[in-house]
């Protein structure tokens, strides 16, 4: 098992942001963690990713207790844009490079290619879409073993969307596994294995994509309407 | 660690540059006044070295804790944080930063007042002269007698005391953001945090300060007062690791 969340909680005050949340993530897999803004996606990803602390619950990293160096392996994509606003797009790869040693600065040119992004431009400059796309190169050029991609698809055109899709599934392979949170379920139905339904903090629904079809009959798409409509 | 210093180093270099050109342009000035024998445009140069060397080193130390406050309260943490980097590495090598940041900051401005000097020399005297003018314009400025052991452990209470500061405030800024994340309220409780901080700082200096009782015994406690600052300042560094390590949330 590449990851164990057990009985997970965090609270903003007295606010929940997850609540009593339990999820294996088995390697080789693509889930699609879905639900709505605020449901607890992000807040997930991001005590995941160690960048939210003082929750309750345990969470097992390839069996042992999360700790900061598991982010040398554990690749987050932020749904804002992060990049510091000193750098241009070539300084964000050199970056990655100095901090991980799994990232890959050929593959990560050759996204940037494809997303038509140039590297002497500037981070901060960059619309929000191509800010988007730089996010997702930085990301998926690390040849991480969890990927945490947080609404990939945000800010992108139709068009566009369709190149991350394949980008994405090309970035998977039998030894990681992908997390992707998205509400825009009808774009990544047919790429995900699993779907993980959350709602205000807490799992609803989870299960691979067969099983989900089987069981109720219905597409994930529109069993997501039926979940938050 | 490296890695993370260089970093930390860029993010402050643009104040730095802009220190580098209004000290050229000082220097420039001195220099002028000097073969042009205007003694008034020596003067004017010289003062403003020393007033912006004051204003320079206390904006450095600021801006060390407006990188950090930035490096938590925006989107821009996560490039820190995502790192597979202790919160105790990334501190360290923002205080390494923030400590060459002033030595830079006192190199640029010492190489200025010996630009100056030297200029001066070329002009007028010799060194011994030179040092001689220097001590009898500060004691007449400061009505003081210069000691030079004594400016020496002036000179490294001010340094450790600065280090003290920043320390104050990577503490202030982490326990409020971790408190308060990201309200707007936090910045101005880090303030007063900070101000708590220092005047507990300052309040257990003026303790040791007390214990001397006379001038045999003054630079003894002068030195004690610099240890317990760098005690402190040790506790202050260790604590916001641990708050930033266990606590914070970006």
């Given at each position: ?221 529109d069993l997501y309407r039926k979940i938050y409509g | 660690m490296l890695k993370l210093f260089k970093y930390e180093w860029k993010k402050q270099m643009g104040s730095k540059l802009i220190i580098g050109l209004v000290l050229l342009a000082l220097c420039a000035f001195y220099i002028l006044g000097t073969l042009l024998k205007k003694d008034s445009w020596e003067g004017i140069a010289m003062v403003l070295l020393m007033l912006i060397g004051m204003f320079a080193a206390i904006y450095v130390g600021i801006e060390s804790l407006l990188v950090l406050n930035r490096d938590i309260r925006t989107k821009e943490s996560y490039m820190l944080f995502m790192l597979p980097k202790s919160a105790y590495q990334i501190l360290t090598a923002k205080i390494l930063a923030a400590i060459c940041q002033i030595l830079l900051t006192m190199l640029m401005f010492g190489a200025a007042f010996m630009v100056c000097f030297t200029a001066y020399m070329a002009a007028n005297e010799s060194l011994a002269e030179m040092l001689n003018f220097l001590r ?115």
């Open positions: 098992m590449l990851l164990e969340c057990s009985n997970l909680a965090k609270y903003y005050g007295r606010k929940p942001a997850v609540r009593n949340i339990s999820l294996n993530l088995e390697t080789g897999h693509i889930y699609g963690l879905l639900g709505p803004n605020g449901s607890g996606k992000t807040t997930w990803m991001k005590m995941v990713s160690g960048l939210v602390k003082s929750w309750k619950g345990s969470i097992l990293y390839q069996g042992q207790p999360l700790n900061y160096r598991d982010k040398a392996e554990i690749a987050y994509m932020s749904t804002e844009p992060f990049f510091y606003s000193f750098m241009k797009i070539r300084d964000v790869g050199t970056y990655y490079k100095d901090f991980f040693a799994d990232f890959d600065a050929d593959r990560f040119s050759r996204l940037l290619e494809r997303m038509e992004l140039d590297p002497n431009d500037k981070a901060r400059t960059l619309s929000s879409g191509m800010a988007a796309k730089l996010k997702l190169a930085a990301t998926l050029a690390r040849d991480a073993k969890l990927y945490l991609l947080d609404e990939p698809l945000n800010g992108i055109d139709l068009v566009a969307r369709d190149r991350i899709m394949e980008t994405i599934v090309e970035t998977s392979s039998p030894n990681n596994t992908i997390v992707m949170s998205t509400h825009l379920v009808d774009e990544i139905e047919d790429t995900i294995d699993g779907a993980i339904f959350v709602k205000e903090g807490e799992i609803v629904l989870a299960g691979s994509i067969g099983e989900i079809r089987a069981q109720y009959d219905e597409s994930v798409a | 009898q314009y500060i004691e007449r400025i400061f009505e003081v007698e210069i000691e030079w052991d004594m400016v020496l452990l002036v000179l490294i209470s001010m340094f450790v005391s600065w280090i003290s500061m920043i320390a104050s405030g990577f503490a202030a800024i982490i326990s409020v953001r971790t408190v308060l994340s990201r309200t707007k309220l936090a910045g101005v409780l880090a303030v007063v945090v900070y101000l708590l901080i220092t005047w507990g700082t300052n309040w257990l200096n003026g303790r040791i300060n007390a214990l001397s009782t006379g001038p045999d015994t003054e630079m003894l406690y002068y030195c004690l007062g610099i240890g317990a600052m760098a005690v402190v300042t040790v506790i202050l560094l260790v604590f916001s690791g641990w708050m930033a390590e266990k606590k914070l949330s970006v």
